[in-house]
């Protein structure tokens, strides 16, 4: 049986309580991520932020707000106020399937992965889509390797 350890990611980028919104959005942009969980001095987990977030706690530019201003308050809030702390964690060896039905039973979209309440991985659909494409490439394979083997008739 497949556990969350044998999918989820890692190698994560965090955040510390006190980092700011443009910590957040530059370390979104870099590392072409949606999801920063955000941890103490000891790894321990605090909450998450998301791209939804820092979204929500943007100015609209419909405000005709000026990037060096909204670059200035992005620099000047730190994600601490913004942050979700109320997220459900998972822990490493709890089956994949059930991780799976937990992110489409609640529309995550991602799970933190703790033990011991540090911060082991996260686990997130881009990886559950990742799983699926190999998934998939490997029945393809099989279909058609099946479909060229020589037949045997009596």
Same mark, same amino acid.
């Given at each position: ?23 957040? =959005? ?15 001095? =000891?790894?321990?987990?605090?909450? !998450? ?23 200035? !308050? ?37 799970? *933190?992965? !703790? =033990? ?6 996260? !686990? ?25 083997? *020589?037949?045997?008739?009596?």
């Amino acid at each position: 049986m497949l556990k969350v350890a044998d999918l989820m990611s890692k190698d994560v980028f965090t955040l510390k309580f006190s980092d700011t919104i443009a910590h957040a =959005k530059s370390l979104m942009n870099l590392a072409r991520i949606r999801h920063i969980p955000i941890v103490d001095g =000891k790894n321990n987990f605090v909450g !998450l932020i998301t791209h939804r977030d820092i979204l929500a706690a943007t100015i609209s530019k419909l405000a005709e707000i000026d990037e060096k201003t909204q670059a200035e !308050l992005d620099a000047s809030i730190p994600i601490c106020e913004i942050m979700r702390k109320d997220i459900t964690t998972v822990p490493p060896d709890m089956p994949l399937k059930e991780a799976a039905q937990i992110l489409v039973n609640h529309k995550y979209g991602c799970l *933190p992965v !703790l =033990k011991d309440n540090k911060l082991v991985g996260i !686990l997130t659909e881009a990886d559950f889509l990742n799983l699926t494409i190999s998934l998939l490439s490997a029945l393809e394979q099989e279909i058609s390797l099946g479909s060229t083997s *020589p037949r045997h008739t009596r």
